[in-house]
């Protein structure tokens, strides 16, 4: 077993599934597993030039990879079957491809009444805070007691053993942990390398943490976020910063250093990916909390020798579009 492990370091929404539709590329991978969260999630993915937001279903089936609803997610039914006929009446076949492990935890009308009328922490009001309570509460309900689930139930243990290439595609962020985010503003399932390692994963197979970060913050829920300054809606706009599965607008903030370098440490991240550098170059505006920064130049240079070997990351990648990472930058190629 060889694992590579996705995961975000800010608050969700950091392009997880544009890494991990890129990783798939390489067609060494005979899984693909999303470990956390339910329908919270909202990736997109830019496939063949084509948008898709997908919710519980792993970025595997893009590529006919065996894609794997883990343990460690809950389930909604209803959504997954939706999502299931929108990638398949899109060209993209999901069925023969998907698993589920039986023992994930299903999300429930009833969990999805409850939570539709939070207004403390600003869910995504997809039931999943509910459905992980009745999970510790012992008194959930698993998808090998859901019929129409059943067909795609698998041992998540014997499905993944063996001589497999696996890439896990984390939901959420790190700054969005139960534990370690600002809590109660958190979501109800954990984010993190050890979160990827509880759906079956030998700790010891851990090839590469991608730890992926925007070059700027964004939050979406109740709590106070974003500064009183014009530039963060101006980042806002052309970042285009709205949830991909509730719309909201998103707030912004500088990148806050401190907490990437704890993600980082606390992950075992090894390669950093920047996303949406684009976003800062439109609006011709460079910080983060430790400062302004003269341009994109400076603004590169300080985070390469901030989030370099010192720190144990062996790669930094920055994106400037929404489809693909760019190749490794070496420090001599900064613009
Ligand atoms: P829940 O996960 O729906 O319970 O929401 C709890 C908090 O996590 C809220 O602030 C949500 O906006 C946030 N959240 C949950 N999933 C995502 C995500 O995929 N991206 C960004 N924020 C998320
Ligand atoms: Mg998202």
Redesign the pocket.
Known sequence: MITDIVIGLQ???EGKGKVTHHLLKSGEYTHCVRFN?GC???HTIIHNGKKFVTHHIPAGVFFGVTSVIGNGCVVDPVKLQEEIDYLESHGIPVRQNLRIASNAHVITEQHKAE?GV?EK??????G??PAYRDKYARTGLRACDVPSLVPFVVNIYEELKGDNVILMEG???FW?DPDWGDYP????SHTGTAAAIQNGISPRSIRNVWGIIKAYET?????NFQPEDKIFDRIQEAGQEF????G?V?QCNWLNVDEIHQAIHMNGVNRLVVNKMDVLRKVGAWGTTEGPFYGERHFRIFLQEEFGPRVGIDKIYFSDNPATINEENPLTAAA
Do not use: E, M
Not at 121 to 126: L, M, Q
Not at 185 to 188: D, E, L, P, Q, R
Not at 243 to 246: M, V
């Open positions: 608050h969700g929404d969260g919270n999630a909202g939570d939070d922490i600003g869910t995504t009001r997809t999943n805070g939901a959420q962020g969005l503003y958190v979501t109800s939050y979406v829920g109740k709590r949830g991909a599965t509730t909201r998103r």
